[in-house]
């Protein structure tokens, strides 16, 4: 019954910015912590940010961090991810993903994922 709809992705310049939206449906939002995975080509999903249940903890991967911002509205079911001074190597498929015990940077951990949002950086 839960569902995750990711919007915001598309193709974008490096060094430009671009945001990331995940609206959940069918559970109760603020329920869950969130977080963000990717995936490229040919490699193996990885972490990109998670986020508590309130908001108030943010943890982000080593390779993105002090460039994106996770954010949420459980107002609006909704989590961001704010992506500025994107690099190629950003691009990816950008998952969205639920999980309803407590904020996990561990894609295995996850209960429930989004269909995928495309970002690709051109040089």
């Known amino acids: 019954q839960v569902q995750l709809v990711e919007s915001g992705g598309g193709l974008m310049q490096a060094g430009g910015s671009l945001r990331l939206s995940c609206a959940m449906s069918?559970?109760?939002?603020?329920?869950?912590?969130m977080g963000w995975f990717r995936q490229a080509p040919g490699k193996e999903r990885e972490f990109v940010a998670a986020?508590?249940?309130?908001?108030?903890?943010?943890y982000y991967a080593d390779s993105v961090k002090g460039r994106f911002t996770i954010s949420r509205d459980n107002a609006k079911n909704t989590v961001y991810l704010q992506m500025n001074s994107l690099k190629p190597e950003d691009t990816a498929v950008y998952y969205c993903?639920?999980?309803?015990?407590?904020?996990?940077?561990?894609?295995?951990?996850?209960?429930?994922w989004g269909q995928g949002t495309q970002v690709t950086v051109s040089s």
């Open positions: 986020i508590s249940t309130s908001g108030g903890t943010t």
């Open positions: 993903a639920a999980n309803r015990a407590r904020l996990s940077v561990m894609a295995r951990e996850q209960d429930y």
């Open positions: 069918g559970r109760t939002f603020s329920s869950y912590a």
